[in-house]
T-cell receptor
């Protein structure tokens, strides 16, 4: 149980285009999902906390107009990288907390590799 | 807590040896800790967790030790196998922070056959 999926698993796009990444909790409801980015050989850096039915909370230094987050249902959150540039190339990982969790245990998706040319 | 984007330290071991991966955390209020394993190109995978009211917890081939006095966490892997090769992250969280974890810098474990 507690499986999180991401789509696509990898994407290559041209500079200036927008890319949408989906994060789904497959067998549980998640009121809270998180979006991380990870550069090669580095740790996960939290970008934003996504709460179902409300606006996302962004970490300091993360542009909310650049990284649009929508959490329209209890099983789906989307991250849209708008007007992507090569410096946005990274590994984007989402995680979800089951509604039944007492300690907010996170379950991670497999990640999405974004390459901006 | 902090999550610092530095290059990962590396631990190299021989297959069959025991591995010990260390982690220092910074928030004395942290009361829940998790170890994650991340294989190349994949998301982190939960290994084992420990609450602050414990100093040791064992799983299958893994043991986590918590020393709150010096804010230190360790992950011990017994009889390390090539499939254990991955990056290992510790994460700390607290009830005051809604248990949103802060990730450590990670350690790359390389197991030589």
């Amino acid at each position: 149980g507690a499986v999180v999926s991401q789509h696509p698993s990898w994407v290559i796009c041209k500079s200036g285009t927008s890319v949408k990444i989906e994060c789904r909790s497959l067998d549980f409801q998640a009121t809270t999902m998180f979006w991380y980015r990870q550069f090669p050989k580095q740790s996960l850096m939290l970008m934003a906390t996504s709460n179902e039915g409300s606006k996302a909370t962004y970490e300091q230094g993360v542009e909310k107009d650049k990284f649009l987050i929508n959490h329209a249902s209890l099983t789906l959150s989307t991250l849209t990288v708008t007007s992507a540039h090569p410096e946005d190339s990274s590994f984007y990982i989402c995680s979800a907390i089951p509604a039944y969790s007492n300690y907010n245990e996170q379950f991670f998706g497999p990640g999405t590799r974004l390459t901006v040319l | 807590g902090e999550s610092v984007g530095l290059h990962l330290p590396t631990l190299s071991v021989q297959e069959g040896d025991n591995s010990i991966i260390n982690c220092a955390y910074s928030n004395s209020a942290s009361d829940y800790f998790i170890w994650y394993k991340q294989e190349s190109g994949k998301g982190p995978q939960f290994i084992i967790d420990i609450r602050s009211n414990m100093d040791k917890r064992q799983g299958q081939r893994v043991t986590v030790l918590l020393n709150k006095t010096v804010k230190h966490l360790s992950l011990q892997i017994a009889a390390t196998q090539p499939g254990d090769s991955a990056v290992y992250f510790c994460a700390e969280s607290s009830s005051g922070g809604s248990y949103i974890p802060t990730f450590g810098r990670g350690t790359s474990l390389i197991v030589h056959p």
